[in-house]
């Protein structure tokens, strides 16, 4: 099965951190960029970071530079962001999926169900 699942999701408080991780089954995914979109109800769907995989540069949405970091783990075929300082604003569904990096982080092809970070007081 070709396929991205996204996980690490949940319910946390303002101030602390997640997780997130994006797992491909069927295929290696050290040849191709990887985004990180953000949906949140009656909002245009956007992405929040990307990673080229053939030359390791990342990229950040302006609204969470500073408090996320992209990386992977080849060895593990997975994509992860780790998420600091969430806030409530970071609520929403997240995915991850084969993606163009610039100019801007554009989703190609292949995501999953995603997985839900809610950040609450």
């Known amino acids: 099965q070709l396929q991205l699942v996204e996980s690490g999701g949940g319910l946390v408080e303002p101030g602390e951190s997640l997780r997130l991780s994006c797992a491909a089954s069927g295929f290696t995914l050290d040849s191709y960029s990887i985004g990180w979109f953000r949906q949140v109800p009656g909002k245009e769907r956007e992405g929040v970071s990307c990673?080229?995989?053939?030359?390791?540069?990342?990229y950040y949405a302006d609204s969470v530079k500073g408090r996320f970091t992209i990386s992977r783990d080849n060895a593990k075929n997975t994509v992860y962001l780790q998420m600091n300082n969430l806030k409530p604003e970071d609520t929403g569904d997240y995915y991850c999926?084969?993606?163009?990096?610039?100019?801007?982080?554009?989703?190609?092809?292949?995501w999953g169900q995603g997985t839900l970070v809610t950040v609450s007081s």
């Open positions: 990673i080229v995989i053939n030359d390791r540069t990342t």
């Open positions: 999926a084969i993606a163009r990096c610039l100019p801007t982080i554009t989703y190609l092809t292949l």
